[in-house]
C-alpha cells in the first residue's frame, strides 16, 4: 500500500495551494480518509477528514471556511484544496487513510486512527 503525495510548495499569504494523494494497492472508497499537519516543534495535528460511510467532512477549527477536503474514487486520489493560506498554515501536510468506513457522523481524528500515511508535503506560507 502505498500513499504519494504531491509536491508542497511556497505560497504568499492569502494564496491557495491544493495537495494530492494518490493511493495505490487501497481503495479510498473503502476507507476513512484524512490530511494532517505538523509544524516544527508541534505534534501532528488532524486538519480535516472524510467518513467515508455518509460522506461527512470534519474540519478543525483553523482550517474551516478555508480548507476543502475531497475524494476522486474513479482516479483513488484524495485532495486538499487549501485557500486564504496563512503564515500559521506553514507546516508538512500528510494525507492518511484507514480501512474504517466509521460509524455515519463519527470522524477518526488522532493520527493513531490511521494505518496508511502519505510521505509529506511541505507547505511554506509567507508573509
Known amino acids: 500500500v502505498q500513499l504519494v503525495e504531491s509536491r508542497g510548495g511556497l505560497v504568499q499569504a492569502g494564496g491557495s495551494l491544493r495537495l494530492s494523494c494518490v493511493a495505490s494497492e487501497l481503495y479510498l472508497e473503502d476507507c476513512s480518509v484524512a490530511w494532517f499537519r505538523q509544524a516544527p516543534g508541534a505534534e501532528r495535528e488532524i486538519v480535516a477528514c472524510?467518513?467515508?460511510?455518509?460522506?461527512?467532512?470534519y474540519y478543525s477549527d483553523s482550517a474551516k471556511g478555508r480548507f476543502t477536503i475531497s475524494s476522486d474514487n474513479d482516479k483513488n486520489t484524495m485532495f486538499l484544496q487549501m485557500n486564504n493560506l496563512k503564515p500559521e498554515d506553514t507546516a508538512v501536510y500528510y494525507c492518511?487513510?484507514?480501512?474504517?468506513?466509521?460509524?455515519?457522523?463519527?470522524?477518526?481524528?488522532?493520527?493513531?486512527?490511521?494505518?496508511?500515511w502519505g510521505q509529506g508535503a511541505q507547505v511554506t506560507v509567507s508573509s
Open positions: 472524510i467518513n467515508s460511510n455518509d460522506g461527512s467532512r
Open positions: 492518511a487513510a484507514e480501512e474504517d468506513y466509521g460509524k455515519p457522523g463519527d470522524f477518526l481524528r488522532n493520527p493513531w486512527d490511521y494505518q496508511y
